[in-house]
């Protein structure tokens, strides 16, 4: 894949189905050439309802994000809005849709269905089951990806810092594939 700038996105939310669950992070990393070259990160706030189920609240415990931290942040409206912005200032030239990615598009992309000017054009993850099974070895989470490649961890289930690995993972299956 040839693109002159890649947005690979993660979300953090309160849980696995969009129509009940709730964005409470997004993370992106923008790739020119071979290489990260600008980062973006916001809370989101998901609003009262999807945060009052107590299986939401447990599912938030996994990203260590507290619903406090959440009470002054944006809409997911508004932090696309601010998204969009953001991803303007990198790829000024780009007048139509930003070519995104995420470890697990199908999730992902679900989630941030309304943001218009998103344009998925490929899933970190289906390019890595692809790589491992050749090696004997199956790992679909960013996780066990990251170990098969070497790929040092920061830390897990936060927007940026998963954003930041898939973006590392698809560097590392990009060079392979050359």
């Known amino acids: 894949m040839s693109l002159d700038t890649l947005f690979v996105i ?4 309160t849980g696995l189905d969009p129509l009940t669950a709730g964005v409470v992070e997004i993370g992106c990393v923008a790739i020119q050439g071979a290489r990260v070259v600008e980062e973006w990160a916001s809370y989101v706030w998901p609003g009262m309802a999807k945060l009052a189920l107590p299986t939401h609240r447990e599912v938030l415990n996994i990203s260590g994000i507290s619903p406090i931290r959440l009470l002054d942040a944006p809409d997911l409206e508004e932090a696309l809005w601010v998204l969009d912005l953001w991803m303007g200032q990198i790829d000024p030239d780009n007048r139509v849709a930003y070519q995104c990615m995420s470890f697990n598009t ?10 218009a000017r998103l344009d998925w054009v ?21 996780a ?3 170990e098969w490649l070497g790929i040092e ?3 897990a289930h936060r927007a940026l810092a998963d954003a930041r690995d898939a973006a590392r993972v698809w ?7 050359k």
């Open 10 to 13: 993660d979300t953090e939310t």
């Open 122 to 142: 490929d899933c970190v993850m289906g390019r890595s089951r692809a790589a491992m099974r050749y090696t004997g070895r199956y790992g679909p989470s960013l």
């Open 153 to 155: 961890r920061d830390t």
């Open 171 to 177: 560097l590392a299956l990009d060079g392979m594939a």
């Open 144 to 146: 066990r990806t990251c």
């Open 106 to 115: 199908p999730f992902d992309s679900a989630f941030l269905a309304s943001a």
